[in-house]
């Protein structure tokens, strides 16, 4: 009894909790579907039958198993959002440098980061594809411009968050621009940078499948579209989904995962007593 | 300095006027006609009720503020070569550590800055240490002390850079009383081994009493500087001097002069 | 001149220059647009990317076309946004309430906010086949339900941050009124709430714009400015596609400055 309490308060328990609750509801779902419907793995298969397809030796275009060609274009997919996503990381960390430096750069720059926060770029994808008429350097430019935002206003947001102590501080030591910007300045923005990169990578990725859905060739996205029109086995489709989702979520603990290798301060010690 | 005839006048403060300008373009004025002569090794309180312009003083002496009047001299310096020299630490309110920098670091921060090599900074950041006594917390992170242990490094901070002059602003007034008292004794503790000249900003009497050589009261509206009493009572101090009617009546008098205001 | 006028004009000078650089800055781009230094920049033709002036003319000359699909796209972005804000509020009630087990699901609700739209809109389409015999029906609903899971995440996480970060010692104070659960979610968490129900909509109202545009282009009946920015580019009609965005881009604007609007108004206590 005293075990199952203490199970009951514990995060982890209740975030497997509601995993195996979903699983549940998604099993009851497939079995009412596949009593009822004519093809029910169009619907809702059996988790079962999607494991099945995973592991499945058949090939299903002459060379490749399912998984095979679902892996090989996540990792197109994956590599030309990481391009993205570099950049875009890179320009925005750039800009709220300038930001922060320069007032002049800040006032004209921030209505406009304001507004391309408002502005559904992802619905621009296929007139950048018009203008570029190169579906990779598309994909970039959308999966850059997606990062690139969250970045630049966390990261001014980090730069403006410096104590005005810390300042005088330096001022104090007679410290110049440059040690005010590398001693002080740009270490106490990393935990903004990360939230930044929390909101962007997901997006990137996301960016980068919606890129591939434009055109024929390689990509995750390709494959859903194809997938979708019904000319390969509904269980791709399924993968596909699964492992869209799952490479969104990793996108976004990866970034936890590396902050918190980055930064151990942030790992709470035993605060000691007077 | 023409006038330093006192070759012993560590800062000197002539008629110092601050005012302030609001956004409605209205005049404040935070301080004025301050004149007082700071003695080499004094431990120096500027007391008085918020609003007075205490912590407005001490950022003039940092070379924080640059007064609308007045003149300034820190050991024979202007305030901002003083600045350049380092010849002064500062210690806030909030300790004002850096969270991914472990103790020892933080104390090395200056050190840092000031490019000296790295075995003398982790030397001195070492002696730092010992004089707070908290050496056995070198490769602690801030944020796994206590209040008292972080504003020790604060204050470890200030001494590394080897300053004549310490300069002090309320730096006690967010911790518990216990705690309080204990850092007290080794404030005083350390002033009596280094030898340094602290100016302490402080709104609360009893600590001024205890602490300082010499009491700066200042009063509101505008800020001036309204009494200077000396502290006479025996070194080394102890807790012990609070319970002394030596020390009441001190209170008392700085008390009486605080309420003249 | 006195000091005191001097320094208001430079109080003066600086709002006013945090508005002239920007709009000088835009008006720089509008003018190199207009006169073509843009497409030369972008190597790209007047066909692909039409002067600003052209894409206004023709969003004027389609404009009954434009606010049929215009319609059918805000439908599915204002209720997609009501349903998952509600649903949202209520996973946070529900895990305020539940503590322990609540707060499980808020942790899997937070991932849900790392999924793709681009996964979730094709699993909708399949989900609603059975909902109306009427292809645009199935396909609003579908739209409408993928905005909802969108909003949904972002809404919980910060409605339970506002339902719980409270004042140090409210609580207290109200358990000495001991007061029941509902009379503190009325008197405190509900009003403790509102300033985090704002930061999730500023979150929630530009990703449900974008939601609802990228699942129309998976969705069965070809409708809503999503669609029409695709299908217009498919066929190379570039000027359409471009007025098409020009509507997407107001949306997203409007929608945002009616909603600080909103939060003025309802916040107004909340700040000092």
Request: aromatic share 10%; glycine share 6%.
């Amino acid at each position: 009894m005293s075990v199952l309490k203490r199970l009951s308060k514990s995060k982890y328990f209740n975030t497997v909790l509601w995993i195996v609750i979903l699983i549940i509801v998604w099993e009851i779902g497939a079995t009412v579907v596949a009593a009822t419907k004519r093809s029910p793995e169009n619907i809702l298969p059996h988790l079962s039958g999607i494991i099945e397809s995973v592991v499945s030796k058949d090939t299903i275009n002459g060379s490749q198993t399912a998984v095979q060609m679902v892996l090989e274009n996540a990792k197109a997919t994956i590599s030309r959002a990481l391009v993205g996503f570099g950049i875009g990381t890179a320009l925005g960390f750039v800009l709220a440098l300038f930001m922060s430096r320069f007032k002049t750069v800040e006032k004209i720059a921030f209505p406009y980061l304001m507004i391309i926060q408002m502005i559904p770029i992802l619905g621009m994808a296929p007139l950048i594809f018009a203008i570029t008429q190169d579906i990779s350097k598309s994909r970039i430019i959308i999966a850059a411009i997606l990062t690139f935002y969250p970045v630049a206003t966390n990261t001014l947001a980090g730069f403006k968050a410096v104590e005005k102590e810390k300042h005088e501080l330096m001022i104090s030591y007679a410290a110049s621009k440059f040690q005010l910007y590398t001693k002080t300045m740009i270490p106490s923005c990393i935990p903004y940078f990360f939230t930044g990169l929390k909101i962007s990578a997901p997006m990137a990725i996301t960016a980068s499948i919606l890129v591939d859905t434009l055109q024929g060739g390689i990509g995750l996205g390709c494959l859903l579209s194809q997938a979708l029109k019904g000319a390969m086995s509904r269980y791709v489709f399924w993968q596909i989904v699964f492992l869209s989702a799952f490479i969104g979520i990793f996108s976004f603990l990866l970034m936890g995962i590396i902050e918190y290798i980055l930064c151990p301060y942030k790992r709470k010690g035993n605060k000691q007593e007077e | 300095m023409a006038d330093m005839q006192n070759s012993n006048v560590e800062i000197m403060l002539k008629d110092i006027g601050m005012v302030y300008k609001t956004n409605d373009g209205h005049d404040v004025t935070a301080l004025t006609g301050v004149s007082l002569d700071i003695q080499k090794g004094e431990f120096i309180s500027l007391l008085g009720p918020s609003g007075c312009g205490k912590t407005t003083l001490l950022r003039i002496i940092a070379d924080l503020l640059q007064p609308t009047s007045g003149e300034i001299s820190i050991a024979g310096e202007s305030p901002r070569d003083a600045r350049l020299s380092k010849k002064y630490g500062i210690v806030f309110q909030s300790p004002v550590l850096y969270d991914w920098r472990t103790v020892k670091k933080n104390i090395m921060l200056p050190l840092e800055i000031m490019h000296i090599p790295k075995a003398e900074r982790e030397d001195r950041a070492m002696k730092m240490l010992d004089i707070v006594g908290l050496t056995e917390f070198a490769n602690h992170y801030p944020n796994q002390l206590s209040g008292g242990m972080q504003q020790r490094v604060g204050i470890a901070r200030a001494l590394a850079i080897q300053p004549q002059i310490l300069l002090m602003d309320e730096p006690f007034s967010a911790l518990d009383e216990f705690t309080k008292e204990k850092l007290h004794e080794d404030l005083l503790r350390i002033w009596a081994k280094t030898n340094k000249t602290i100016i302490f900003v402080t709104h609360n009497i009893q600590e001024a009493v205890f602490l300082s050589s010499r009491i700066c009261v200042l009063s509101p509206h505008p800020g001036r500087l309204s009494a200077v009493i000396d502290v006479d009572l025996p070194r080394p101090r102890t807790m012990d001097i609070k319970d002394t009617p030596e020390f009441t009546a001190y209170v008392a008098k700085v008390r009486n002069s605080c309420e003249g205001i | 001149m006195s000091e005191k006028a001097l320094k208001r004009k430079k109080i003066d000078f600086n709002s006013v220059s945090s508005v002239l650089y920007p709009v000088l800055f835009g008006i720089l781009i509008f003018v190199l647009w207009e006169c073509g230094v843009l497409n030369t920049v972008l190597k790209t033709d007047t066909n692909i990317l039409p002067a600003p002036t052209r894409i206004a003319g023709i969003m004027s000359e389609n404009s009954s076309k434009i606010s049929e699909n215009l319609s059918a796209t805000m439908t599915v972005i204002i209720w997609g946004l009501i349903a998952g804000s509600f649903l949202g509020y209520m996973a946070a009630v529900f895990a305020t309430r539940f503590p322990n087990f609540g707060k499980g699901a808020l942790t899997v609700l937070s991932v849900f906010n790392a999924i793709p739209i681009v996964a979730l809109a094709p699993v909708f389409n399949n989900w609603t086949k059975d909902v109306s015999s009427e292809a645009s029906v199935r396909s609003t609903v579908a739209k409408i339900l993928v905005v909802t899971v969108v909003c949904a995440a972002s809404m919980s996480i910060n409605a339970y941050r506002g339902l719980t970060e409270l004042k140090p010692f409210s609580l207290d104070l109200m358990k000495s009124y001991a007061a029941d659960n509902m009379t503190v979610f009325k008197k405190l968490r509900f009003h403790n709430s509102i300033p985090y129900i704002f930061t999730a909509l500023k979150v929630s109202v530009p990703s449900s714009v974008i939601t609802a545009l990228v699942s129309e282009y998976f969705a069965e009946y070809r409708m809503g400015i999503g669609r029409q920015i695709r299908d217009n580019i498919s066929i190379a009609q570039y000027s359409a596609g471009w007025a098409y965005i020009a509507v997407a881009c107001l949306i997203g604007i409007l929608m945002y400055i009616i909603l600080i609007i909103f939060e003025g108004i309802f916040t107004k206590r909340h700040r000092k």
